[in-house]
């Protein structure tokens, strides 16, 4: 069964410092989410592509998170300089309709 | 943003038992997903409802869709110590983007 991969499931690392995670979707799915949840909370959006195009990323902080999506394909999402408030678990998820499927997540530390 | 609000935020409830979490909002959405995810996961999608009054089943699990498309209900019956996760509801009005809420973080003791 087909499924979204991410890369690390875990990470650890200290503030200033920066830090990526990568996500493939489903094959030929084109739309690609980017979300972070915070323990204790639902997921909240960072940011949409549809195709390689950023369709919304209203709620990504932009003076130290970037998101990537060259290709169309996967994408890679970072954070430069990390702060502790940024610990949390970042979840991609990709859809070909309306069905949005999650990947297992990268779980940030920051200390 | 759309909010959605979930009710209870924590349920503890032993095997057997029945019971209901509760999504709502005052925003109208044109489809509302019911999600689980377990510590450490990422969340999988249950059910989708999209029409008004809408009931689905799921084995043991009854999702609604309120007649004015602004909450819903989820429904387990006999809970099983499988059934202990985080239960996710999440809407959408356009643009596929999902709104979710905070969740029931449900516990099913044997």
């Known amino acids: 069964e087909a499924e979204v991969a991410q890369s690390p499931r875990y990470k650890i690392t200290e503030k200033s410092q920066a830090v990526a995670f990568w996500c493939d979707p489903i094959?030929?799915?084109?739309?690609l989410y980017w979300y972070r949840q915070i323990l204790g909370q639902g997921p909240e959006l960072l940011v949409q592509?549809?195709?390689?195009?950023?369709?919304?990323d209203s709620q990504l902080p932009k003076d130290r998170f970037s998101a990537e999506r060259l290709k169309g394909v996967d994408s890679t999402l970072k954070i430069q300089p990390a702060e502790l408030g940024d610990s949390a678990m970042y979840l991609c998820?990709?859809?070909?309709?309306?069905?949005?499927?999650f990947g297992p997540g990268t779980r940030l530390t920051v200390l | 943003t759309q909010l959605l609000e979930q009710s209870p935020q924590f349920l503890s409830i032993q095997e057997g038992e029945n019971l209901t979490v509760y999504c709502n909002s005052s925003?109208?959405?044109?489809?509302l997903q019911w999600y689980r995810q377990e510590p450490g996961e990422g969340p999988v999608l249950l059910v989708t409802v999209v029409t008004g009054g809408e009931v689905k089943k799921l084995k043991r699990l009854t999702f609604q869709f309120g007649d004015a498309r602004k909450d819903s209900s989820l429904h387990i019956t006999a809970a099983q110590p499988g059934d202990t996760g985080l239960y996710l509801c999440?809407?959408?009005?356009?643009?596929?983007?999902?709104?979710f809420g905070k969740g029931t973080s449900l516990l099913v003791t044997p």
């Open positions: 925003s109208v959405f044109s489809s």
């Open positions: 998820a990709s859809s070909l309709h309306d069905e949005q499927f």
């Open positions: 999440a809407g959408t009005d356009s643009g596929y983007a999902l709104n």
């Open positions: 592509f549809q195709d390689e195009s950023v369709v919304d």
């Open positions: 094959s030929g799915h084109a739309t």
